[in-house]
């Protein structure tokens, strides 16, 4: 495209510049998604549950306005290729929630614990992105396809929401969607504790435009480049595996969208935790803690290339774009972590 820099390369520097928002929203404004299921189950607040309503809705009105505009054609975007495979969402939502719970933080939550400097949180990313790469293209890559198998979407009947209403309500999918984000954020703020905490309000917008400027970014790179590159938006699952790889093998590769994006949320995260003071090195000291983070890890690994995504990649990026899978794959992550924080808080020991 241009010749100070590649497609590739821009790319990445859009995941970066998102990943940098993402991580900010983690350290500045708390927004996590094991803590906001884990404050509405225990803590009886549903604030950072709010907050992560007000990051798909603002994702969801700047995706469409950019679908509706022509910026982003929806048929180019990664979760529309292919064909919804219900059973892939629910039990890859489920072993996700699971492992998440497991471990204490999904793959986000880890690089901005990373970021702050908890050494803990580099286990699970590194095993997480190992475990991710051996369900894509490792030993266990057949068997995942056999049993989920990906079907090529057809472009007349895209697996979008919105998609699908803009015959029955004789409106474009473009404003079908910003509608459908109007209306979730309206009901959001309506709750007086959120009203109450703008903060929480602003970091919450801002996680949903870095998943508007990763479909924009990515659509105008592939729509001015010359590379066929693929046309997405943050998650972290597959990309940590990527980010792996580009360190080892750099020489030989071209980085990515999704390797932009993971340094972004380290970057994002460790400037935060500097502004908060909260930078300190941690280790864990407990060898049971240990395995029990890197077997959620693992799961967590699995699940989200099983959902197609992560609770970022399915509960922002293919929610911003009304992707079937979006709202069935994050009520299983939710389901998923409820039956892992039960598990290790009680110990499913039943009442008498």
């Known amino acids: 495209m241009y010749d100070w820099i590649s497609d590739a390369n821009l790319a990445a520097l859009i995941g970066l510049v998102g990943g940098v928002m993402l991580g900010l929203a983690a350290r500045l404004g708390r927004f996590c998604t094991l803590g906001a299921i884990e404050d509405t189950l225990y803590a009886g607040s549903s604030l950072r549950l709010r907050m992560w309503g007000i990051a798909i809705g603002v994702a969801m009105i700047g995706t469409h306005m950019l679908i509706g505009s022509g910026l982003l054609p929806a048929d180019d975007a990664l979760y529309l290729r292919l064909e919804w495979n219900p059973l892939a969402s629910i039990i890859g939502g489920l072993l996700f929630g699971y492992g998440m719970a497991l471990s204490g933080n999904c793959g986000f939550g880890a690089l901005a614990r990373l970021g702050g400097g908890d050494l803990r949180a580099f286990v699970i990313v590194m095993v997480m992105g190992l475990a991710a790469y051996v369900a894509i293209s490792g030993p266990l890559a057949a068997l995942r396809v056999a049993l989920f198998p990906e079907t090529p979407a057809d472009p007349s009947a895209l697996p979008s929401i919105s998609a699908a209403l803009e015959n029955i309500v004789g409106l474009s999918s473009g404003a079908v969607g910003v509608i459908i984000g109007v209306i979730l954020v309206t009901a959001m703020l309506l709750n007086q504790d959120l009203r109450k905490s703008p903060s929480t309000i602003v970091w919450g917008a801002v996680a949903g435009l870095a998943i508007v400027i990763g479909w924009g970014g ?135």
Not at 235 to 250: H, K, Q, V
Not at 253 to 270: D, M, P, Q, W
Not at 294 to 322: H, P
């Open 218 to 352: 990515t659509a105008w790179v592939l729509g001015n480049g010359f590379s066929a590159i693929p046309v997405e938006s943050h998650t972290f699952s597959a990309p940590l595996g990527d980010t792996l790889i580009y360190l080892m093998t750099s020489s030989g590769t071209e980085l990515n969208f999704g390797v932009g994006s993971v340094v972004g949320v380290l970057a994002g995260a460790f400037i935060g935790s500097l502004f908060k003071g909260h930078f300190r090195w941690e280790a864990c000291e407990d060898p049971r803690e240990l395995k029990r983070q890197m077997a959620g890890a693992a799961i967590m690994g699995f699940g989200a290339v099983i959902a197609f995504g992560c609770s970022i990649g399915q509960g922002l990026s293919a929610f911003a774009i009304l992707y079937y899978g979006a709202p069935v794959t994050f009520l299983a992550i939710v389901a998923g972590a409820a039956i892992g924080l039960r598990q290790l808080i009680s110990g499913f020991v039943v009442a008498e």
